[in-house]
């Protein structure tokens, strides 16, 4: 297992991921909220009166769904946005190491390792 990281006394979901995956987490959590929330729509605005009693609670389920999904996306953003900080200030720190040229024979001949 590589993630160690505990949130809330469960394994941390965004320990191990890279950004595509948490942009991509992020994204499938909100969109479930979209989806969560118009299905509650849907389901209120459809069916919910006295003789469709039961869609009324299928309303308020799905709405819940989607309030805690909305949730979901805005404390994953919140902990993502530190991370993309991090990586801009260590991108400011300089640019990429160059490797080195190689050494010539007129080179080595002149500090004398080569005849």
Request: glycine share 12%; net charge positive; with cysteine.
């Amino acid at each position: 297992m590589r993630g160690t990281s505990f949130v809330f006394g469960k394994e941390d979901e965004m320990a191990d991921k890279t950004d595509e995956e948490l942009i991509g987490l992020v994204n499938a959590n909100a969109l479930r909220a979209c989806g969560g929330f118009g299905m509650a729509y849907v389901a209120w605005k459809g069916f919910a009166g006295p003789e469709w009693a039961i869609f009324g609670y299928v309303a308020a389920c799905c709405a819940v769904g989607g309030a805690i999904r909305t949730v979901k996306a805005v404390f994953n953003m919140i902990r993502f946005i530190p991370r993309i900080g991090k990586r801009a200030r260590f991108k400011s720190k300089g640019v990429d190491p160059k490797a080195d040229a190689m050494a010539q024979s007129s080179d080595l001949k002149k500090r004398g390792l080569m005849k």
